[in-house]
Each structure stands twice: as C-alpha cells, then as structure tokens.
C-alpha cells in the first residue's frame, strides 16, 4: 500500500470534502483505446480509494454509459459510504453529431439514467460537462436545484463554463466545483475563471492535469497509442507541433531529475500548489501509475521553482490547441437571458 497520507480538502462552501487528489475513471472506458478489463480497474478502484484517494470522476458520456456502470460494480464491495462520486450529463449525440443538453427534463432524465447505472440512491457531485447554449443557465441550474432538494445530488458543478455563466449559475445555486483543464500547458483558465471561482468561494476540478499523459511520457506518448485514441487527433500531439512540445517534456523532465521526483509528479505537485482549492483528477488504468502520482502530493516547490516549470510551457512554447474537438467552450458558454425561455 502507498505510504502517502492523502490530505481531506473542502470544495465549495456547502460541505462537500474530498480527498485533495481524485481519481480520473474515464480512461478506464473510453476515448484512450480499448476499454481495459472490468475486474483490473474494480482492484484500480478499490486500491485507490483503500489509499486515501476517495473522489471518483465519471461521466455518462464514458462509453457512453459504460464507465458509470463499472463505478457502479466497484461501489458494491461495501466502499460506497467512503467515496464521494462526481458524474456529468449534458454531452450526447443527435443524427450523428454532437448535441448538448441543458433543458430541464432532459437534466432529470440523465440524473435518473446515472444512479441507476451507478446504483446509488444520490449523487455527491453532478455537473453539467458543457453548457447548453440554447437554454437559459437558471433554467438548468434551477432543475439541479431541485435535485438536490430531493435528495438526488447532493452538489453542483459546472464543467467548461463561462466566468459569467458561472457567477449567472452561482447566484441560482451555489456551486460546489468547476471542472476544467488544467495543468502546466493549459493555463487560459488562470484569466478569468479562477479568480471567479475564488471570489465566489468555488472549488476548482482540473481535469487532464498531466496533458492527458504527454507530461508522464512525452512525445513516447505517440508511439503505443491503440486504434481510436481520442489523443491521435489532439493538435498538440501531431507530429508538426509534437516536434516542438517535446522539448516541454524534456525541460521538465530535467527539472524532475533535480527534484528527485518523476516528471508526471513535478506536473502534478505543480498543479496542487496553486492552491488549496484545486483538486486534480489525473486519470490511470494501472496500479503503479497510481502510486506514483499520488506520490505528487509529497513535491515540495518554492515559488522560484513554479516560475521556472511555468517558464518551461509558457503560451508562446506551445504548439496547438488543447481540444480536437469540443473546443474551449468556457470562452463561448453564454446562454440566453432567463427572460426569452419558454417553459417546456
Ligand atoms: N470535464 C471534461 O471535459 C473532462 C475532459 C477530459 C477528462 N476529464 C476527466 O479528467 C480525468 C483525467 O484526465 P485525462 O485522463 O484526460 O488526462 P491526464 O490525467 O492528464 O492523463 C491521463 C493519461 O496519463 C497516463 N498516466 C497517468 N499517470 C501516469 C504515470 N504515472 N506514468 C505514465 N503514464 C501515466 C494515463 O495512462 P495509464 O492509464 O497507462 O496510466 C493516461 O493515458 C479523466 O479521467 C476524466 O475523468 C474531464
């Protein structure tokens, strides 16, 4: 068992208390090749949550519907009451193409379809993964809200929204978190939506915290990647502007050496200092990987050493953008004016 004492934080100013590092699950499903055996990722699972990492993140959308469905299987073996279960909707298809739903009974329809597939009576963190440009955001907030004053959530979240779309969400509901990417390559988020979320007392979920795995291996990544890696696609991981990134991968895999530490726990210690509101979800399908990056919260770096890491993957070091697809919708989230809904 890993030796590190995995520290308990507050998200939000409802209650909602997780361990400071959570566990990525949708690699485990989906969108990185194969799904990976069942009974391998329930021991993932149940490892991880045995060592202290208890915030488990899913989404409907992983599979879609298979990953909740595992967690759910994993939840069985008499875990449930120690973990703390983030899932999303809002992502899905209509006549082939992308689709994103923010109207309130299709809200309900997914939150129904997600605890039956996770099998439990209550959600602890239910975000919107992209916001629904169509409806008003206090027309899907006030739907979560009467979620939770069912007893069907316990928290809310926003995924990939907007500085106004939050402060617009916020004042319907508090939000408990919101989720977006966030590690030593993409940093657009420090403009706006961090200062908002502190400002409204918001935690803050960073998603692919190790460049979904580039700052583990680098430009290796590229070389073992199985048929339908979502990451084939990524522009900053083509070959043109892989060239150039790889040198980020080098720097800081140096710096590492000097650190005494991998180059994947440099990235991650570097993301659990800016502060004691973020709570990275790295995503693994192995054991040792997992160790490892939970070894990330034992990095100590003074603020020289964060402005050189910043240094090393500053924006104009950086080949291309962060998304194949579903782009930056945090800059282009806003949704209309509750006054132009129509009930349905
Ligand atoms: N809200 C959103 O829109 C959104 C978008 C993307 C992701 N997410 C969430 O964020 C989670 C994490 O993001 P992510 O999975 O995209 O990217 P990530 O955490 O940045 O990287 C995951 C990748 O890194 C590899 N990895 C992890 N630790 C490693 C280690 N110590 N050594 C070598 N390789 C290592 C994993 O491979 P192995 O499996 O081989 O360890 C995996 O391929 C997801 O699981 C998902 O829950 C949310």
New binding site residues.
Partial sequence: MAATNVPRVKLGSEGLEVSKQGL????MSA??GPPKPAPDMIKLIHHAVHSGVTFL???DV?GPYTNEILIGKALKEGIREKVQIAT?FGITTKDGKMDIRGDPSYVRAACEASLKRLDVDCIDLY?A??IDTRVPIEVTMGELKKLVEEGKIKYVGL??ASASTIRRAHAVHPLTAV???W?LWSRDLEQEIVPTCRELGIGIVP???????F???GAS?MENLAEGDFRKNFPRLQAENLENNKLIFEWVTEMAKRKDC?T?QLALAWVHHRGDDVCP??????I???N??IGALSVKLTPEEMTELESYASTDVVKGDRHAF?ASTWLNSETPPLSSWKAE
């Fill in positions: 990525g699950c949708m690699g969108f990185y993140d899913t989404s992983y999303k975000y993964h992209r995924s990939e989720q977006n990417e590690s998603y692919s915290p190790l460049g979904r795995g700052f583990s291996l990544l991998s994947s979800i790295p995503g693994t399908t192995k040792d990987n997992f490892q990056n579903i």
